[in-house]
Every structure is written in C-alpha cells, then in structure tokens.
C-alpha cells in the first residue's frame, strides 16, 4: 500500500482513538458503495461491542438517527467523491458534531472536503491490489478496531492486506472456466437471482443491483440466504438462474441450507464457494472478513464475461449521470 494512504488511514484512526467516547459506528454511502462497506460493518458487529449501523446516504439524511452526535464516527464512500446524497450526509454527520471519515477515488472532490478525514484510494487495471478501495477500506477497518480494542488479531487483519492481491488473482484463475461458461450460457437470461449472507452479503447485493440491473440491464434480486425460506424459495424452479456465494464462518451454515435446497429444484445455479479459495497470505483468524473481497472478485469476472457475450459494455447507462434525477 502507498504511503499516503496509510498516512491517511493512520490521521483518521488517530483521530477515532483519541475519543474518550464512542457510542456508534456509522457507515454511509450509496449503491455499490454502501455494498462494499457492509462487510466492515459486519465484522464491526462481530468483533466490538460498540454499535454499527450501515445506512444508504440519503435514508441517513432523512432518518436522522437520535444517537448520531459528538461521540459518533460516520464513515462514508463515494468513488467518484460526487455523489450528493453521499456528501449531503457527511455534511449532517459533520453538523452533529460526528468525527466523519470519507473514502473516496477523487481528491479534492465535494465529498473530500466535506470529511474531516479523506482517504484516497486508487483505481484502474493498473493499480496494485493494496491501494484499492476494498484494501484500504480494510487496513482502515482493522487499524479502527485495534484503536478501540487492541488485539493480535486486527493486527494479522492488518497485515494480510499486502497479500490479498495474490489471493484475489488466484480466485479468478479458480473459476475462470466457470465464469466462462456461464457468461455464454446464461448470457440471455432475463431474471437472475442471487444470494449470501453474513460478510458475503453484500457482494451478493452489489452484483444484483450494480453489475446486473445497473451494468447488464439484467432483472434482479439479491435474497439473504437467512430470507430465502420465509418468501423468496416459491420462485425456486428448474429454469431459474441463483447465483450463490457460500461464505466461511459464522454464518455459512445458511447458505449451505439455502444452497441444499436450492440445487434440487433449480437446474441454473452457479455456487461460489468461499471455502475453495487459496487465502494463503491471509491469517486464518480474518479469513471470514476478507472472502468478500474474493468472492466480489469473482463475481466481476462474469460480469465481464455477461458484457461479452451481451456485446453490452459494463459503461452504458440509459439514465445514470444522462439526466436529471
């Protein structure tokens, strides 16, 4: 990772640690950018026993949360660092006294200078792994929880940031035939579904609404695999696609129930499962935490491959940044 993140990343956490009070963790953001935080704020939920809630910007805004004040940390993402609602809910946290913390590809940007904390991170096919947004996302997240609760543990988190390139390269060779025959096999479907749970949820989600109804023009939905029995199974049937990730850790045993299920009645599904994965580099004790990144890694390979065969590139939008909304 580049210095100037992990400067950044360490003003911010020196920042949250010198609070004599914390009573909440806020994540705020929008689309694809509030997906990639919900692991952080499962693995908050999971790890320290302060309070981490995960809102979508402009529900922040309106919803105005009574504890949100002084002794709350609001951390919020925008890649493009335009987002309004995004920056509109930096700017209340901030009025409220909140330490905010934003994450963001584009320095200097409304949403920049709306934080008191900025964090840059890099982008493009040329960027090293480490200064991603998931990344640095992570290295924030790990230095937060050794701050308020200093364990061995966040360290190794910490640690298996500078190898997560390797596993994420390896997991995409894994499936790479998979995904290839997917991509031309399902490539004319018009409703896919898909599913996860726990820290993989949010993967789930984010390609449901970002990389197939965003990106592909594809119907979807993204089912939590702990939702899948109370509703959603009654449109389980053999010509319907699921697309499935099975997590690690605590609780992969609904997705293993969902899937089980699942594969009797439907004859098109594709299983990305997490315990297959190579984490070598990746302490044990934080695997469950970092599958996500493996498995969104995964999962934007056969985005590629759908647009492929679609012959419908990832960046044509009818209505997104086109017109007034």
Known sequence: MRQEHIDQINTAVAAVAAKEVINH???????????????AQYTFDREISIPASIYSSNEFVHRAPKALGPDSVVI?????????????ATE?????GALTIALSHLEDSPLWNAAEYPIHYDWGKEADASDLNKAVLYYLMFSILNAVNPCEKYEKGIA??????????????????TVKAWGSKYKREQMIYTMGSGACYGEAYSFAICLL???????????????????????TDFDVPF?????????????????????????KIMLVDAETFDMTGIDEEVR????????????????????????HDLSVRRYMWRMEY
Not at 244 to 266: H, M, N, V, W
Request: some cysteine; proline content about 4%.
């Open 76 to 88: 919020t993402c925008s890649h493009s660092g335009n987002t309004p609602e995004t920056v509109k």
């Open 25 to 39: 963790f806020y994540f705020v953001a929008c689309g694809g950018s509030q997906a990639f935080m919900m692991p």
């Open 160 to 177: 298996s940031v500078a190898n997560l390139n390797d596993a994420i390269e390896k997991a995409k060779a894994q499936y790479a035939d």
């Open 288 to 311: 469950e935490y970092f599958a996500p990144l493996l498995a969104g890694a995964v999962l934007r390979s056969l985005a590629d491959a759908f647009a492929y065969e679609r012959g």
């Open 243 to 267: 697309i499935i990730i099975e997590g690690i850790g605590a609780t992969r045993p609904l997705d293993e129930r969902a899937y089980s299920f699942c594969q009797k009645y439907s004859d």
């Open 92 to 96: 209340v946290a901030r009025e409220k």
């Open 213 to 235: 109804m965003e990106m592909q023009w594809i119907h979807s939905h993204a089912i939590h695999s702990g939702e899948y029995f109370h509703g959603p199974f009654e449109v």
